[in-house]
């Protein structure tokens, strides 16, 4: 912003973010539970002077991170728009289902930075801390997903989520997919 810099809090400014460990972020020794994460950007955001209400988005993991921070600070959101998410019950639902490839193999996780491991391991906290959030506030909330299958060419799904691949994609399309608008299981 040049020798102009504004006074007081931001509005309408854009804000990418990488989790600490990740992109150009420093890694933390911080717990790396969802609610932390979401308490680490929300202290980001005020220590560079960026207001409330947000338009959250997150892909990923990062969906389920911005669906936590919807539920558990409704008053700070504008709207959330999830990409791609990850619901936080998709790799309880796969082994329920008894499928395999759902999640990543542990073979894979042990070459993953530390901090990267542990946010791997706290995200099992997710689906107790988004039920223990609440429920969304009065804003707008869009999932954006797709998907394609060799046998109907590509699709477009609003559920939440849906996966390309085989076994994941027979476990999402019987439980949240569906052609409806987007809704978020809860």
């Known amino acids: 912003m040049g020798r102009h810099r504004r006074r007081g809090r931001r509005r309408g400014a854009g804000v990418r973010y990488s989790r ?12 790396r539970d969802p609610a932390r ?3 680490d950007l929300r ?3 005020e220590a560079r002077g960026y207001a409330p209400p947000y338009v959250l988005v997150g892909h990923s993991f990062g969906g389920t991170y911005m669906e936590l ?3 558990a600070h409704p008053d700070e959101v504008a709207a959330l728009v999830l990409v791609d998410p990850r619901h936080r019950d ?6 329920e289902a008894e499928l395999s490839g759902c999640t990543i193999p542990e073979s894979a996780v042990a070459t ?4 990267q491991r542990a946010e791997f391991a706290g995200f099992a906290l997710a689906s107790d801390q988004i039920a223990a959030a609440g429920d969304f506030g009065a804003y707008p909330v869009r999932v954006l997903t797709g998907t394609s299958t060799a046998s109907r060419g590509p699709s477009r799904t609003s559920g939440f989520p849906c996966s390309a691949s085989s076994p994941t994609k ?3 399309e ?3 997919c569906t052609k409806a608008p987007a809704t978020i299981p809860s």
């Not at 600490?20 to 717990?31: C, E, K, L, V």
């Not at 993953?112 to 901090?115: D, E």
């Open 112 to 115: 993953l930075p530390a901090v």
């Open 174 to 176: 019987s439980r949240w």
């Open 90 to 95: 998709f790799t309880a639902a796969c082994a």
């Open 37 to 39: 994460i979401v308490e």
């Open 20 to 31: 600490p460990g990740y992109g150009a972020s420093d890694a933390t020794s911080a717990p």
């Open 69 to 71: 921070f919807a539920k």
């Open 43 to 45: 202290a980001l955001l």
């Open 170 to 172: 027979r476990l999402t």
